[in-house]
């Protein structure tokens, strides 16, 4: 048997749910095409993400440490998959559809300059007179206008669904009024990768942060979160190395929230009678969420977190000396923007020259961003 895109797509109308968004009455794409006879559009979509340049940047991007502290700390794009991985999760489990909430997923932090939020603020600041920077915005600008791969249109055109879910993603309502229904909250979809990116950032950084020696689990255990099932996991592997009590304490944290949203957006649902994708986005709160109880714990982990490891001084410095790398970068192009490599992509002519060196500078990974200070200011360095 063959299951081309029709009987794909009949398959999602028979076994998702009403409220789920369905391949084959998405809402389209900016420059009308052809769909693949073997993929639905969202599994395209998905496909597209994979296979962008600035998908495979993500390996040198900083989740937390820069890519040269450690092999095994993660990067934007291990904190990507993880984040598809546990969207996939919850979407099986609500009968949403799993192809969109990881294409979401993965296209969540494409816009992310390097050396994470501090480049991110970095920029923001440097680009205030020009519209500012986010980093979601700038997802949505590499997949609409930046990634330069098709004769026919720029950007990966991706379907409407993906992109609302990208242009709402940690903001509710989005950014572009004309564009995603403002006033409106986005998909079931879009709403599971909101929250999983929340999930594996807490609970990832919290892993790495204890593997290099920053934070304790003996720390974690005046935290709310450490309650009985967490408890009970500590006690069976009491007797294990600590690189397994860690990894199996993390694994059932991340158990317990992805159970959490499930269970509680499963009430939502039911208690508001929630029949097709419109009706979630016409609620006035986010029907995919955490119980009140689990939403305190989460709060007080964040704020742990915040408190214990991303003001720590090892990562006040890297913050530090990365802002004076994206700044620097930034002040040297604005002196000369010829120092910048010339580029297939064409720019509308009132495109400002700030913009088109935020966007040079935002598609650099880390390794990219250093090599390049040092070529711009180390009088030894070769050009």
Same mark, same amino acid.
């Given at each position: 048997?063959?299951?081309?895109?029709?009987?794909?797509?009949?398959?999602?109308?028979?076994?998702?749910?009403?409220?789920?968004?369905?391949?084959?009455?998405?809402?389209?794409?900016?420059?009308?095409?052809?769909?693949?006879?073997?993929?639905?559009?969202?599994?395209?979509?998905?496909?597209?993400?994979?296979?962008?340049?600035?998908?495979?940047?993500?390996?040198?991007?900083?989740?937390?440490?820069?890519?040269?502290?450690?092999?095994?700390?993660?990067?934007?794009?291990?904190?990507?998959?993880?984040?598809?991985?546990?969207?996939?999760?919850?979407?099986?489990?609500?009968?949403?559809?799993?192809?969109?909430?990881?294409?979401?997923?993965?296209?969540?932090?494409?816009?992310?300059?390097?050396?994470?939020?501090?480049?991110?603020?970095?920029?923001?600041?440097?680009?205030?007179?020009?519209?500012?920077?986010?980093?979601?915005?700038?997802?949505?600008?590499?997949?609409?206008?930046?990634?330069?791969?098709?004769?026919?249109?720029?950007?990966?055109?991706?379907?409407?669904?993906?992109?609302?879910?990208?242009?709402?993603?940690?903001?509710?309502?989005?950014?572009?009024?004309?564009?995603?229904?403002?006033?409106?909250?986005?998909?079931?979809?879009?709403?599971?990768?909101?929250?999983?990116?929340?999930?594996?950032?807490?609970?990832?950084?919290?892993?790495?942060?204890?593997?290099?020696?920053?934070?304790?689990?003996?720390?974690?255990?005046?935290?709310?979160?450490?309650?009985?099932?967490?408890?009970?996991?500590?006690?069976?592997?009491?007797?294990?190395?600590?690189?397994?009590?860690?990894?199996?304490?993390?694994?059932?944290?991340?158990?317990?929230?992805?159970?959490?949203?499930?269970?509680?957006?499963?009430?939502?649902?039911?208690?508001?009678?929630?029949?097709?994708?419109?009706?979630?986005?016409?609620?006035?709160?986010?029907?995919?969420?955490?119980?009140?109880?689990?939403?305190?714990?989460?709060?007080?982990?964040?704020?742990?977190?915040? &408190?214990?490891?991303?003001?720590? #001084?090892?990562?006040?410095?890297?913050? $530090?000396? +990365?802002? =004076?790398?994206? *700044?620097? %970068? @930034?002040?040297?192009?604005?002196?000369?923007?010829?120092?910048?490599?010339?580029?297939?992509?064409?720019?509308?002519?009132?495109?400002?020259? &700030?913009?088109?060196?935020?966007? #040079?500078?935002?598609?650099?990974?880390? $390794?990219? +961003?250093? =090599?390049?200070? *040092?070529? %711009? @200011?180390?009088?030894?360095?070769?050009?």
């Amino acid at each position: 048997m063959i299951v081309d895109r029709n009987r794909l797509e009949d398959a999602e109308e028979q076994t998702l749910a009403s409220y789920a968004e369905k391949s084959g009455t998405f809402r389209g794409r900016c420059h009308p095409e052809e769909e693949a006879p073997w993929r639905t559009p969202f599994q395209r979509d998905r496909d597209r993400i994979v296979h962008s340049k600035a998908f495979r940047r993500l390996e040198y991007k900083t989740q937390v440490f820069v890519y040269h502290e450690g092999d095994h700390y993660r990067t934007r794009l291990t904190h990507t998959m993880e984040t598809a991985g546990v969207s996939e999760t919850i979407a099986r489990n609500l009968g949403a559809n799993q192809d969109l909430a990881a294409a979401i997923a993965l296209a969540h932090d494409l816009g992310h300059p390097p050396f994470g939020h501090c480049g991110e603020e970095a920029l923001n600041v440097l680009m205030r007179d020009h519209g500012g920077f986010q980093h979601n915005r700038q997802s949505l600008r590499v997949i609409d206008q930046l990634e330069w791969r098709y004769p026919a249109f720029p950007g990966l055109n991706l379907t409407w669904e993906t992109r609302e879910g990208i242009a709402k993603h940690n903001a509710p309502h989005g950014f572009d009024l004309n564009d995603f229904q403002p006033g409106q909250y986005a998909s079931v979809e879009a709403q599971i990768a909101n929250l999983a990116d929340e999930i594996a950032y807490n609970s990832h950084d919290l892993d790495d942060g204890v593997s290099a020696g920053i934070l304790s689990l003996d720390q974690l255990s005046e935290l709310d979160v450490w309650d009985g099932a967490i408890r009970e996991e500590v006690e069976k592997v009491r007797n294990l190395d600590s690189t397994r009590q860690r990894y199996q304490i993390i694994r059932a944290l991340i158990n317990q929230q992805i159970i959490d949203v499930v269970q509680t957006t499963h009430r939502n649902l039911e208690r508001h009678g929630v029949k097709s994708p419109d009706e979630v986005r016409r609620l006035d709160f986010p029907v995919v969420d955490y119980s009140p109880g689990m939403s305190e714990k989460n709060s007080q982990l964040r704020s742990f977190l915040k &408190e214990n490891f991303y003001r720590h #001084y090892r990562l006040i410095r890297m913050s $530090r000396k +990365a802002t =004076r790398f994206v *700044e620097s %970068l @930034f002040k040297e192009y604005m002196a000369d923007a010829r120092q910048m490599p010339p580029t297939d992509r064409k720019y509308p002519e009132d495109e400002p020259l &700030e913009r088109r060196v935020c966007d #040079y500078i935002a598609g650099m990974t880390d $390794r990219y +961003a250093l =090599r390049e200070y *040092e070529r %711009l @200011f180390d009088p030894y360095e070769r050009v």
